[in-house]
């Protein structure tokens, strides 16, 4: 079953605004990561972040995580069309030795040119 | 080694037929995993292997769904007797877990897509 949710389902902005995607899930988790797709390709990993961690950063993507609240959120900074895509949080649970991702359903962004 | 394939990108086939897909992994990634993923959902957790050991199942995988991953390489996932409900993008993507060198990030193929008219 899936981790959690995404929100929003969608988003659409302009080029050069920033996107601010949020992640919920349900368990205690190792770390949380986000992934990017393409229309139907697949994913790419952007960016993980582990569960002692608060935030992160790489390139024009942030990442916050809050334990407390079961919660992360991306932020892309100054968008691109290019990054047109779906991106998903997905989280690795503490305790077990699988690495297995569990993903929530996604956020599809659209950057209009 | 440019990233993980799969093989075959599409796939089109008739209910109660057979299939069969491939997976390459990024060569020196000791662990692979199959995905499926259906439209406007998260990938979901089907199966893993850890070189040639399947270590773990999801309730998904029915007994229709059989994977395999001999010599540690790359890697099979059949389905047999397909249903309609079968039609979805399957992932395989793989990682490397080796003490210090292990990685939770996966590296996934491009999938794929099973249609089951």
């Known amino acids: 079953s899936q981790q959690g949710e995404e929100d929003p389902q969608a988003l659409s902005i302009q080029e050069g605004e920033n996107a601010t995607m949020n992640c919920s899930y349900k368990?205690?988790?190792?770390?949380l990561q986000w992934y990017r797709q393409n229309s139907g390709r697949g994913l790419v990993h952007l960016i993980l972040?582990?569960?002692?961690?608060r935030e992160k950063h790489s390139g024009r993507l942030r990442v916050t995580l809050d334990t407390s609240k079961k919660s992360s959120s991306l932020l892309i900074t100054a968008s691109r069309a290019a990054d047109t895509a779906s991106y998903f949080c997905a989280t690795v649970n503490s305790g077990g030795s699988n690495y297995k991702l569990t993903f929530g359903k996604g956020t599809l962004l659209t950057v209009n040119p | 080694d440019t990233g993980v394939s799969q093989d075959p990108r599409h796939k089109i086939t008739k209910r109660g037929q057979n299939v069969t897909f491939r997976c390459d992994p990024i060569s020196e990634h000791n662990r692979l995993y199959w995905y499926r993923q259906t439209l406007g959902q998260g990938p979901e957790f089907l199966t893993y292997?850890?070189?040639?050991?399947?270590?773990?199942k999801s309730r998904l995988l029915s007994d229709r769904f059989s994977a395999e991953r001999p010599k540690g390489s790359f890697s099979t996932l059949e389905i047999q007797r397909t249903e309609q409900g079968d039609s979805a993008m399957y992932l395989c993507a793989s990682s490397l877990a080796r003490g210090v060198r292990s990685s939770y990030e996966q590296y996934f193929g491009p999938g794929t897509r099973l249609t089951v008219t």
């Open positions: 972040i582990r569960s002692n961690e």
């Open positions: 368990t205690s988790i190792n770390n």
């Open positions: 292997f850890q070189n040639e050991a399947q270590l773990e």
